[in-house]
C-alpha cells in the first residue's frame, strides 16, 4: 500500500523533469516549444533587420523565432538574454522587447536540473535521503513556479507592447512551453508530498510491532 504513494511520486518526478527539459530545449531548436507567440493579422510587420514581412513571432527560452509570409523561418542568434523589436510597413514605428524581459527565462534549465537531482534522491529507501527527495521536490517547484511567472510577465509584456504598434493589427497567446511549465510546477508539488509520505509509511510499516491483549493484565511480571 505505501509503494502506492512513492511509485507516483517517482513517476510525478519524471514527468516533470522531461517537460521542463523540453521547455529548457526550446526555440530555436525545438520551434513549437514557446512560451509566447504573436500572430499578425495585417500590416505588415518585420522583426529585426529582416525586411520581409512577418505574419507570426515566437518567443522562447533562448531566441525568438518568426514566420515569413512566404513561409520561410528564421531565428535569433541562441543565447540568454535576447532582444527582438518589431517594425511596422514603414519601418518607422517599432516596439523592443528588452533583454530583461528574456533573461529570466533561463530559471526554465536551472529548475530542470534541480528536478533532476530530486528524482535520482527518490529512488533511495533511506529514510534521511527520502526527506531530500522531498525537500528537493518543493524547492524545485518553487524555481519552476518562479519560471512561469517569469512566463507569464513576458506574455504580458509582449501582448501589451504589440498593442503599441501603430498600423498593425495582432493577437498574442499563451504557447505550449507556458503550459508545460505551469503543468510540472503542479507535477513537482504532488512529488515533493507523496515521495516523502510513501517512504515514511514504508518505514512505519517495517517496523517491528508488538500485539497488546487484554490477557497480558493477568500475566506475572518477572522479578529480578
Known sequence: MPRAFHIPGII??????VLLFLVSIGLPFLTTLDVAR???????????TDTNVVNELRFGTWADCWYEKT???????????????VYD???????????????????HPVATAITFIALLLSFSSHVTVTLMASLVSFLAALLTLIAFAIDI?????????????????SNTNTAPGFWLTFVSFLLLTFAGCTVCFGRRRDRHDGATTYK?????????????
Open 153 to 169: 510577465a513576458l506574455y504580458v509584456f509582449v501582448k501589451h507592447q504589440m498593442g503599441k504598434l501603430d498600423g498593425v493589427s
Open 12 to 17: 510525478f518526478l519524471f514527468c516533470a523533469f
Open 71 to 85: 513561409g520561410t523561418r528564421a531565428c535569433s542568434a541562441a543565447h540568454n538574454a535576447y532582444t527582438t523589436i
Open 38 to 48: 504573436v500572430k499578425f493579422k495585417d500590416g505588415n510587420p518585420t522583426v529585426g
Open 212 to 224: 497488546y491483549s487484554w490477557m497480558d493484565r493477568f500475566r506475572r511480571r518477572p522479578r529480578y
Open 89 to 107: 510597413a514603414q519601418r518607422q514605428d517599432f516596439v523592443t522587447i528588452g533583454a530583461s524581459w528574456t533573461r529570466g527565462l533561463a530559471v
